[in-house]
């Protein structure tokens, strides 16, 4: 009698490791994707590989070196402003090409005019609002505002039939914020989860993963990516302990899953100030960090804002 029951546990082990092997290691990946391909189904390896551990390797340390630069802000506003005027009508755009005396919309012509123009106007939010609305509505607002006035306080002094141009001048400085960012972890950082669409490694269900994650271990220093305000720093459930910082113009950043918290609300961080320790807290499967960049309209992908986009991609996590 002992030995039969000795025999159907000793096959429940042996299924067991069969199944382990199938489908949480790299040959039984490789297996599973030539099965599905050989029959013409779709294969679920990306997400288990993507998520299994978070990526997070034994001795996968993140060395302490300096991080990544970031686009200098002049850089990034004529980025920004040559990304909104790509967006416009041929007719629109030259109209501002030509108010502004500008040839073209690159993003160098445009850094320099920005530049040009907001030393003499006394802001970077006049200087934009200048290209957009033209150099009569500009001089005229800040005249009203007085100096050191918000694009917010320069659009009130200025009737209504300017707010589509007002849109476009915000947009440019949202941008702007966005593309100066720079990045919480060092390049040896492997992402192990990209933003977009996935299978949630816990759920079981496609949802839109609404950041990209670093496999790191527990206790790495998680750094702003530009000065801000500590808007949220709190624990939670599914986000565990996450910080979320305000970096004006509309944009935020989003740090979750941490062991440790550095910062409090209301905090006013700098550049690459250590405002975290990473971890697994949350609805996690591994230590990781989650990284969020957050727009008016919602969350992006913060590698679309990236100057510099050679990042390392763990296996089973997707080049960007």
Same mark, same amino acid.
Request: aromatic letters at 6%; a positive charge.
């Given at each position: ?6 025999? @159907? ?14 489908? =949480?290691?790299? !040959?039984?990946? $490789?297996?599973?994707t030539?099965?599905?391909r ?10 288990? $590989? ?16 300096a991080?990544?630069?970031? $686009? ?11 990304? @909104? ?13 030509t ?33 957009f ?8 607002? @800040? ?7 918000t694009?917010?306080q ?17 947009? #440019?400085?949202t941008?702007? #914020?966005?593309?100066?960012l ?13 933003f977009?669409?996935?299978?949630? !490694? ?6 839109? =993963?609404?950041?990209i ?9 998680? =750094?702003a ?19 979320? $910082? ?40 591994? !230590? ?19 100057a ?10 997707t080049?960007?």
């Amino acid at each position: 009698m002992m030995r039969a029951l000795r025999r @159907v546990f000793d096959l429940f082990l042996s299924a067991l490791c069969l199944w382990a092997a199938w489908y =949480h290691t790299p !040959p039984g990946a $490789l297996a599973r994707t030539a099965v599905a391909r050989l029959s013409g189904t779709r294969a679920s390896v990306r997400p288990l $590989l993507s998520y299994y551990g978070a990526g997070a390797r034994t001795g996968q340390a993140v060395p302490d070196v300096a991080l990544p630069t970031p $686009l200098s802000r002049g850089a990034a506003l004529g980025l920004g402003a040559s990304a @909104v005027l790509a967006r416009l009508p041929p007719a629109d755009r030259d109209g501002v090409l030509t108010r502004g005396g500008l040839s073209s919309a690159s993003p160098e012509g445009l850094s320099a005019w920005i530049d040009t123009e907001s030393a003499r106007r006394g802001s970077r939010e006049a200087a934009v609002l200048a290209l957009f609305c033209g150099e009569d509505a500009a001089k005229f607002a @800040v005249q009203r505002a007085r100096g050191g006035a918000t694009l917010e306080q320069l659009a009130r002094e200025l009737p209504p039939r300017y707010a589509d141009r007002v849109a476009l001048a915000a947009t #440019t400085l949202t941008l702007a #914020t966005a593309y100066a960012l720079a990045w919480p972890l060092p390049e040896s950082a492997q992402v192990t989860s990209p933003f977009g669409l996935r299978a949630h !490694p816990l759920l079981r269900k496609r949802r839109l =993963h609404t950041g990209i994650d670093f496999g790191i271990p527990p206790g790495t220093a998680v =750094h702003a990516v530009a000065e801000g305000v500590v808007r949220r720093s709190s624990d939670d459930a599914v986000s565990g302990k996450l910080v979320l $910082l305000d970096h004006g113009s509309g944009v935020s950043t989003l740090y979750c899953h941490n062991e440790s918290l550095l910062v409090s609300v209301g905090d006013r961080v700098a550049a690459g100030q250590v405002i975290a320790r990473s971890g697994n807290s949350g609805l996690s499967t591994g !230590p990781h960090l989650h990284y969020q960049l957050d727009l008016p309209e919602g969350p992006v992908d913060p590698l679309r804002f990236r100057a510099n986009r050679t990042l390392r991609v763990a296996l089973g996590g997707t080049e960007p």
